[in-house]
């Protein structure tokens, strides 16, 4: 009988252990993206972009095909390489809609990090980025 409860248990806290990993692996994407500007990974960053994004930086609002998005995020990259990001709000704004809102720091400069992001063919992808200067 001893033995039967020894299999019992171990096979729970087996069960247990393997729910919590596949939980913490299975990130957001809102989460996922925060950490990619927060290290400023603009290659894995761009795979979240949509075919046409809104980017709005301090005196600049333009849509941008993907890649010309990412060169403009780039070079804000590099002009304000982010010592700091922390995600102040996430929430969504319909079934179909999420959206994030993150202080981001820099050496120089603060900013406040506004990113929409919308479920199109079952990918969540960033419709706009904001960056303005706090």
């Keep these: ?7 019992y248990y171990f096979g729970i806290f087996s069960l247990l252990l393997l729910c919590s990993f596949s939980h913490n692996s299975q990130q957001e994407p ?5 950490g990619l500007i927060r290290t400023a990974n603009l290659k894995e960053l761009t795979g979240y972009l949509d ?3 809104k980017v709005i930086l301090p005196g600049e609002e333009k849509n941008y095909k993907n890649t010309q998005a990412a060169s403009v995020l780039d070079g804000f990259f590099k002009k304000h390489p ?3 990001l922390s995600l102040l709000h996430k929430g969504k704004s319909n079934k ?4 994030g809102i993150a202080n981001y720091s820099s050496e120089d400069k603060n900013f406040r ?8 063919d079952a990918s969540l992808v960033i419709q706009e980025i904001k960056i303005e200067e706090q």
């Design 82 to 84: 982010p010592s700091n």
């Design 51 to 53: 075919k046409e994004v």
């Design 113 to 120: 990090v506004y990113i929409y992001l919308k479920t199109i």
């Design 96 to 99: 179909d809609a999420q959206y």
């Design 1 to 7: 009988m001893k033995l039967h409860n020894t299999f």
């Design 30 to 34: 809102l989460d996922n993206i925060m």
